[in-house]
């Protein structure tokens, strides 16, 4: 069992930069893959970037390449997404998640979820 808490959402201006972290619970976070995921209103859930379970692989959707990066920190169960030159697109609930598998890009494949946390971009 991984429980999931994301933190550092808010409101930023358009060009703008934020650092969304995921803590998690449980000894085995190093088995799991994880990935962020984000939903904006009226729209289905949608991969933004994940990372194995080594960090030595990372995957990232096409709109965030290049401005996004995920990172993760074994030691301390941590899972980072910094997110540079945001755009008002990018406003959306942003989601931690985990698998043991590897269909990074797949949202069913993700078996834990926290609870999101919001950020809003601002033109």
């Known amino acids: 069992q991984v429980q999931l808490v994301e933190s550092g959402g808010g409101l930023v201006q358009a060009g703008g930069g934020l650092r969304l972290s995921c803590a998690a619970s449980?000894?085995?976070?190093?088995?799991?893959?994880m990935g962020w995921f984000r939903q904006a209103p009226g729209k289905e859930r949608e991969f933004v970037a994940a990372?194995?379970?080594?960090?030595?692989?990372?995957y990232y959707a096409v709109s965030v390449r290049g401005r996004f990066t995920i990172s993760r920190d074994n030691a301390k169960n941590t899972v980072t997404l910094q997110m540079n030159s945001l755009k008002p697109e990018d406003t959306a609930v942003y989601y931690c998640a985990a698998q043991m598998g590897i269909r990074y890009y797949t949202r069913i494949a993700y078996e834990y979820w926290g609870q999101g946390t919001q950020v809003t971009v601002s033109s």
């Open positions: 990372i194995s379970w080594s960090g030595g692989s990372t």
């Open positions: 449980g000894h085995t976070f190093s088995s799991y893959a």
